[in-house]
Structure formats: structure tokens, C-alpha cells
């Protein structure tokens, strides 16, 4: 039997036990609560009270495996996802803990666990959620068995009436009805295409804003959204009213659009963010980039796409980062030799010594391509599936695909994101407008013989200019480059920040006469 058998032994398992490091903590504790449940104590209620003892160890762990693992490049290597998976286990073996209460509580087998009923079903409902949100963190698909169970707490909450009843003397447990309108909108958020840091945000707004949200079994005229109790998948956008369907419920979202709106406003006026509720970790203008995708999320009809996409069943090529891209572009474009103005400064001393001409030694990179299945295309950009790649990527990240049968590679970045139940990883990606061209680059304020780096120049597309593909973290206002073009060198001054990906800068640039 477990030592552990009521709050204040609890306490001392806290006290004592390495907690550390996440991943052993998250082991510790699932080990405990797997004890319990072959030994659980004799009162349900000392059971409780040690769940409850054991919640803030659990939130704080599940934070520190967060830090660790939010924003890693996908797949996950073996020690991360073993990470991932131990932090799985201990928010399972949390939720079922409360599960099993739940059962005994409405069994009726304790009267005094009964009166209970509001926390248990609201923890259980946050366990789940919680465990959602790790998934979304590492990008990973959520079995459908834990939507099952979150329906199925939030179903038995409404039978029994206290769905949206709080916790009794107790500000720190959300009621069951909360837990569930989380899990519903961080879905619809769409969070496989969100940066983690938008995610983050996102995530503690929405455990602020859940109880603007109420279900019903009738939809309103502006419901665009539906819940089924009885299945084992996320809400989905629906189109109008079905009564056919018993177990349906529909989320009313006037109160949370009204609340969203008048913040983006209010940002947009130079308000506060933390007045507003919304932290202070941001800049306003990546906040309110980041309420309007939830707005568009959350509240609008879907636009219909310029360019449908059609299925195919095909294959593609993919290079991953920008100098495989670069690399491989630069293959078809080919220099007979190597000009001066690539050497070194080392290799400038060399010469100046030896007086041979350096080897060109190309970039140790892989330009070697993986084929995936290429499952839907567009004008706009292509989805993608492989089932396993030895390649790793990060959310945002510049990649080169070639479709089978294309002679060119496409310039593309990934859109969003996700690791499949049985390891597959899916991505959809966003082609950059125009077939991009490879050059090199250096500061036009660099000393003599300062290597060239790799880029990328872009056409213009219909109203856009032409625009620069540069390593991340290049571009600044005014930045005048050196841009080697046609065996010649010309200088261009960048002028606007078109868009900011994980690994590269797309900027727009004027020539600088003289």
C-alpha cells in the first residue's frame, strides 16, 4: 500500500520526492497516483484531498516540460518524446483518479463525495484540457479517445445539472461547463498553425474569456459553431440549425466576439495591453495580430479559397531549411569557377602566400531530397504527409518542394504543422509568390573579402514588388547590401518587412544609384 494515505502525508511526498527535473517529477507523481489507484485510501474524501494537494506539483511540472519542449523542431527526437510521453501519463492517471471519484459520487456510495460533484467534474474536465494543450505544444494529433472523455464528463455534468455550477468556496476550480468551452475554442483556434508564442496567449485568454461562452441545445442566429456529445472528434463549423441530433449543443459566441473586438480596437488606439487584460510579455502589434486571427478563427464564416485545392495522389520532393533550398537552386544555375569576391579573408591570405586560386569546397549541407505524398495542391501552396522522414522541422520554417514532374523547386514555408497518431508528420505549406531565383548577399558596409551569404530574389507578383528571401534576422530599415547578380555586383538598400518566418526575412528594396 501507498504511504501516501492522506493530505498530510501527502505533503511530505511533496516535500521529499525529485521533483526536480520534469520528466522524473512527471514519472514520481504518476507513479503515485497509479499506487492509489490499486490501493486507494479507505475515505474518498482524504482521496480527494490528496488530488488536491498534488494539483499545483502537477501544474508546475507540466509548465517546466512545457519550456522544455514548446517550439522543438518535429519529429521529436527519442528523449523529448519520451519527455512528452511521461507527461502524458501523469495528466492521464490525474483525470482518472477524478474519474473514479465521479463514479462513487454518483453512485451515491459517499453522501459527503457527492456534494463534491462540481469540483470533480471540473478537475476532470481540466485534466483533459490539460492534456490537450500538450499535445497542441508539440504540434501532436490528439486521440480521439480523450475528446470521447471529455464529452462524456461534460454530458453527465448537464444530466446531473451542474455543468456551470462552481466549485463551493473554491476561486481556483473552474466549473465543468469552463474546462469544456477551453478545450472547444483552443480547438477552433487551429493551434497546429500557431507560433508558440501566439499559442501561449492565446491558452491563458482563454481561460479568462471561457465564461463568456455558454452552450445550448438550441442554435441562435449567429451560432456558426456545433458540439455533438456523442462522438470522439472537435467541434466543427457548421452552416445552420440540425434539431435531428439529440445530443447536440451549440456554443453562443456574441459575448466573447463583442469582448475580442473591442480589444483589437482598443489596441489599435495604443491602449494598455495589460489594462486590457491581455499580459504585458508582447508588442501590441503581435497581440493584436493574434486576437485578429481569433477573431477570424472563432467568429467568421469561412472565406471560400481564390485557388481551390484539388486531392491528388502523387509525390513531391523536399529540402528542409534555407541552405538545402539554396543549395539545390543553385545546382541549376551553375558557375564555372569561383570569383574573387567569394574568398575568405583567409583565403585571401592564402592566395596573396601560395598564389593559387582555393578549391571551392561547397556547403556541407544535404541537398539530397525526401520524397513525400503530396495529398492536396493549390496555386497557393501544397499539404503534405510522410510516413518517415529523417528530416526535422520547425513551425514557420523555410522549405523547397518540387512536385513530381516539375523541373523547378517551389519556395515555400510551413503554414502549420502536426505529428500523427501512428508518427506520421503532415504539414501544409504556403508557396512564397514567384519562382525564387538563388544569389549571395553581404553588407555593403563589410570589409574586403568578407564572404557572400546565401538568399533568394522574388518576382513581382500581380501588385507586390519584387522582394528578397534573406537569413532570419537580416533585414533593418535602410540596410544597404551588396547583391551579386549575373557575374556583376549591384547595391540595394531594403525598405519594408513583408513577412518574418522562423528562418528567414522577406524584404521589399530599392536600387541605390551611384
Known amino acids: 500500500m501507498s504511504a501516501v494515505v492522506d493530505r498530510k502525508s501527502c505533503e511530505r511526498w511533496v516535500a521529499e520526492a525529485p521533483l526536480g527535473d520534469p520528466v522524473t517529477a512527471c514519472e514520481s507523481i504518476a507513479r503515485l497516483l497509479e499506487s492509489l489507484e490499486d490501493a486507494p485510501p479507505k475515505r474518498s474524501a482524504a482521496h480527494l484531498d490528496i488530488l488536491d494537494c498534488l494539483r499545483r506539483p502537477i501544474v508546475l511540472t507540466a509548465e517546466a516540460l512545457a519550456y522544455r519542449l514548446s517550439g522543438r523542431a518535429l519529429p521529436l527526437t527519442p528523449k523529448e518524446a519520451e519527455a512528452f510521453t511521461s507527461g502524458c501519463d501523469m495528466y492521464i492517471a490525474y483525470g482518472r483518479a477524478y474519474r473514479r471519484l465521479i463514479r462513487l459520487a454518483h453512485a451515491e456510495a459517499d453522501e459527503s463525495l457527492a456534494e463534491q460533484l462540481p469540483v470533480l467534474l471540473g478537475r476532470a474536465s481540466e485534466c483533459v484540457c490539460e492534456l490537450m494543450i500538450m499535445h497542441y505544444r508539440v504540434r501532436r ?12 464528463i461534460y454530458r453527465l455534468a448537464e444530466s446531473l ?18 474546462g469544456y468551452v477551453r478545450a472547444l475554442l483552443l480547438s477552433l483556434a487551429t493551434p497546429y498553425g500557431m507560433t508558440p508564442r501566439s499559442f501561449e496567449w492565446a491558452r491563458r485568454w482563454v481561460r479568462r474569456w471561457a465564461g463568456k461562452v455558454t452552450l445550448s441545445a438550441e442554435s441562435g442566429a449567429r451560432d456558426s459553431v456545433a458540439v455533438n456529445l456523442n462522438n470522439d472528434f472537435a467541434p466543427r463549423a457548421r452552416s445552420g440549425s440540425d434539431g435531428s441530433e439529440e445530443l447536440l449543443r451549440f456554443l453562443d459566441l456574441s459575448s466573447l466576439r463583442r469582448s475580442v473586438k473591442n480589444r483589437i480596437r482598443a489596441l489599435e488606439e495604443g491602449e494598455d495591453p495589460h489594462a486590457l487584460g491581455l ?12 486576437l485578429r486571427m481569433l477573431y477570424q478563427q472563432w467568429f467568421e464564416t469561412p472565406i471560400a479559397r481564390q485557388f481551390k485545392r484539388r486531392l491528388v495522389s502523387s509525390r513531391a520532393e523536399v529540402l528542409s531549411g534555407f541552405a538545402s533550398a539554396h543549395s539545390a537552386m543553385c545546382e541549376n544555375t551553375q558557375t564555372a569557377h569561383r570569383h574573387e569576391w567569394e574568398f575568405s579573408r583567409v583565403e585571401w591570405e592564402r592566395l596573396a602566400v601560395t ?33 518517415e522522414t529523417a528530416l526535422r522541422f520547425f513551425h514557420r520554417q523555410l522549405i523547397a518542394v518540387r512536385p513530381q514532374g516539375d523541373s523547378r523547386f517551389i519556395l515555400s514555408e510551413i503554414r502549420w504543422l502536426t505529428v500523427g497518431i501512428d508518427s506520421t508528420v503532415t504539414m501544409g505549406v504556403r508557396n512564397l509568390p514567384g519562382l525564387a531565383n538563388a544569389l549571395h548577399f553581404r553588407l555593403a558596409s563589410s570589409p574586403e573579402g568578407t564572404r ?8 513581382a507578383s500581380g501588385s507586390a514588388p519584387p522582394s528578397l528571401v534573406l537569413p532570419g534576422g537580416t533585414f533593418k530599415p535602410e540596410l544597404v547590401l551588396e547583391v551579386k547578380v549575373n557575374d556583376g555586383i549591384r547595391k540595394v538598400s531594403l525598405t519594408h518587412l513583408v513577412h518574418r518566418g522562423f528562418d528567414f526575412d522577406r524584404a521589399q528594396y530599392s536600387a541605390v544609384v551611384g
Open 141 to 152: 494529433e490528439i486521440d480521439g479517445e480523450h475528446w470521447h472523455d471529455l464529452h462524456e
Open 355 to 387: 598564389g593559387s586560386q582555393p578549391v571551392y569546397q561547397p556547403p556541407p549541407v544535404s541537398v539530397v531530397p525526401e520524397r513525400w505524398d503530396l495529398l492536396e495542391e493549390s496555386a497557393m501552396g501544397f499539404r503534405l504527409r510522410c510516413r
Open 452 to 459: 557572400f551569404r546565401d538568399a533568394f530574389a522574388l518576382p
Open 161 to 178: 445539472g451542474v455543468a456551470a455550477a462552481p466549485a463551493a468556496g473554491s476561486e481556483r476550480t473552474p466549473s465543468c461547463a469552463d
Open 279 to 290: 499580459g504585458s510579455e508582447g508588442a501590441p502589434e503581435e497581440l493584436a495580430e493574434t
